[in-house]
């Protein structure tokens, strides 16, 4: 197993741009999640799904979007970047006693 | 609501010496907790969990805790630490509500520094 796999491992993005993460996984979980992570601070949960076609927001959903069309894959779209998205963005699954396995991360710099 | 508190920003140890990292979590439910480790530039890394089995857990790499509900406490211990155990770790707690999702609280961190 893979476990949980995001693409790209850095990024850099001007004021504006638009951008995609991909995250997936092969555990065959139905839970799924996005967190991003500030410097010096815990995870905050941007959005998560429950299954394929089920998304809902987190704490932080403020200037993203996501879509879950299998249950590998779960994207996080961000639409018009801006420097308060500098961050390092995790991707989650979960197992069967609520434990989240995570993604390496992308960092992800806005300009 | 759930939340979860760790009393120490930063702890240092000396190598071979026990470590203890403090927890404590307040929730309306019977909660799950875990131990979470995360090296520099890496991702988070599941130390332990619990799950209303024992109460007392044992994770990875020789480190363990203890839920005790009647001090809201979740500790995590090792007899004796390594220098690849600099890190940090975050105690989280396991948030159910109406949607029965858990999702996840995270504490604010702890530094564990490891001397020679």
């Known amino acids: 197993n893979a476990g949980v796999t995001q693409t790209p491992k850095f990024r850099i993005l001007k004021i504006g741009q638009s951008m995609t993460l991909q995250c997936a996984q092969d555990m065959n979980h139905n839970y799924m999640y996005w967190y991003r992570q500030d410097p010096g601070m815990g995870l905050k949960l941007i959005y998560y799904?429950?299954?394929?076609?089920?998304?809902d927001k987190g704490e932080v959903p403020n200037g993203y979007n996501v879509s879950r069309s299998t249950t590998e894959d779960f994207p996080l779209r961000l639409e018009l970047a801006a420097p308060s998205q500098t961050s390092v963005y995790f991707c989650a699954s979960e197992g069967s006693y609520n434990e989240q396995f995570f993604g390496p991360g992308t960092r992800l710099t806005v300009l | 609501a759930q939340s979860v508190t760790q009393l120490d920003s930063h702890v240092s140890v000396s190598e071979g010496t026990p470590v203890l990292l403090r927890c404590n979590y307040s929730s309306s439910y019977s909660p799950s907790l875990f131990w979470y480790v995360q090296h520099p530039n890496k991702g988070l890394q599941l130390l332990l969990k619990?799950?209303?089995?024992?109460?007392l857990v044992k994770g990875i790499n020789g480190f363990e805790a203890e839920f005790k509900k009647s001090e809201t406490s979740f500790h995590l211990t090792k007899p004796s630490a390594h220098m690849s155990d600099a890190a940090e770790y975050f105690c989280?707690?396991?948030?159910?509500?109406?949607?029965?999702?858990?999702?996840?609280?995270f504490g604010q961190g702890t530094t564990l520094q490891v001397k020679p």
């Open positions: 619990y799950t209303s089995a024992a109460t």
């Open positions: 799904s429950v299954g394929a076609g089920i998304t």
């Open positions: 989280v707690v396991s948030q159910w509500g109406s949607s029965n999702t858990g999702k996840l609280i």
